[in-house]
C-alpha cells in the first residue's frame, strides 16, 4: 500500500517541525480577536515560519496561494487568507504545515474568537475530542477503520456529522502520503498499524449534515447547509507501545483560556 515508514532520525527532524507547528499556532492564538483580517493570520503564520528557518507547506501547493489555511464557521477547511474580517462568536481553525531541514509536520487547531455562544463551544468540545478518541486508538495491531469508527461513533453520538471527501494523511516525507486516515469506518477493517508510521488524525466536524461544495476559488470547502464546521489535527507516529503525538498540544484541559 505505499506507506513509507519512518525511521528514528526522520522522526527526531518530524519531531522539530511539529514543535514549530504548535509554536505557530500559540503565536496565532495571543493575535485572534475581533476585527482582524485573516490575512494578517496569513503575514504572521508566514514570517514565523521563515524566521524559525522553515518554510511553509500550503504556499504554491498545487496552486494554492497562502502560507497557512484559515476556515471560519460555514469553512471546513482549506479557507484562503484574505479581506474577511473575525467577529465576535465565530470560530476559526488555523492549519499549519511547516518545512523543516525537509521534513513536514501538519497540525490544527479551532479557535473562539471573543466569547462563543453555546452552540460553537459545543461544536468545538466535540471536535477536539474526535481527535482524542481516534488517537486513543493508535497501537499496533489496530487498524485505520478503528481510528474512523471510534471518531464517527463518538461524534454521531453528539449529534453531529462527519466529512467524508478530506480524510487524514501520510505525512513527513511529503505533505501527503498513504495511507489515507478517513474519520468514518469500521471496527477492524483497513490497514494495520505498524511502528514507524505517521500520519495525521485531522476530523471535520459539522454541527449539521456533513455534506459540502467548493467556492469558486476551487479551494474553500465549506458546508452545504451554512452550519458551522471544526477541526483540530495532530501529526501521530504509531510506536511499540501506542502513539506519540509529534504535534503535542492540550486535548483535555479547559476550551477557553
Ligand atoms: N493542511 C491541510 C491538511 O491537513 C492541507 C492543506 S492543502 C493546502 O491536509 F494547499 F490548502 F494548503
Ligand atoms: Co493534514
Ligand atoms: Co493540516
Not at 505505499?2 to 528514528?8: A, E, S, T, V
Not at 476585527?35 to 496569513?42: A, H, L, P, Y
Not at 465576535?88 to 521534513?103: A, C, H, K, S
Request: net charge negative.
Amino acid at each position: 500500500h505505499g506507506i513509507r515508514l519512518k525511521g528514528k532520525a526522520d522522526v527526531e527532524v518530524i519531531r522539530k517541525a511539529g514543535r514549530l507547528a504548535v509554536e505557530t499556532l500559540d503565536l496565532v492564538e495571543s493575535h485572534i480577536r475581533p476585527g482582524i483580517r485573516t490575512e494578517e493570520i496569513n503575514t504572521l503564520v508566514h514570517e514565523f515560519t521563515i524566521q524559525k528557518g522553515a518554510v511553509p507547506a500550503p504556499l504554491h501547493y498545487r496552486g494554492f496561494p497562502k502560507s497557512v489555511c484559515v476556515s471560519v464557521n460555514e469553512e471546513i477547511c482549506h479557507g484562503i487568507p484574505g479581506e474577511r474580517i473575525l467577529k465576535e462568536g465565530d470560530i476559526v481553525n488555523v492549519d499549519i504545515t511547516p518545512i523543516l531541514d525537509g521534513y513536514y509536520a501538519d497540525a490544527s487547531k479551532t479557535f473562539f474568537v471573543g466569547p462563543p455562544g453555546p452552540e460553537a463551544l459545543n461544536l468545538v468540545r466535540v471536535a477536539r475530542n474526535s481527535l482524542w478518541a481516534g488517537m486513543g486508538m493508535v497501537r499496533p495491531g489496530n487498524t485505520i477503520g478503528d481510528i474512523g469508527y471510534a471518531i464517527q461513533t463518538y461524534a454521531e453520538g453528539e449529534g453531529c456529522s462527519v466529512v467524508r471527501e478530506f480524510v487524514g494523511h501520510g505525512v513527513g516525507f511529503e505533505f501527503h502520503e498513504a495511507p489515507q486516515v478517513p474519520h468514518y469506518g469500521q471496527k477492524g477493517k483497513g490497514i494495520p498499524l505498524v511502528p514507524g508510521m505517521v500520519f495525521t488524525i485531522e476530523p471535520m466536524i459539522n454541527a449539521g449534515k456533513k455534506d459540502l461544495q467548493i467556492l469558486s476559488d476551487n479551494w474553500t470547502a465549506v458546508t452545504k447547509d451554512g452550519f458551522s464546521s471544526a477541526q483540530f489535527e495532530q501529526t501521530i507516529l504509531v510506536t511499540e507501545e501506542g502513539f506519540e503525538s509529534l504535534t503535542p498540544f492540550d486535548l483535555d484541559g479547559p476550551l477557553m483560556p
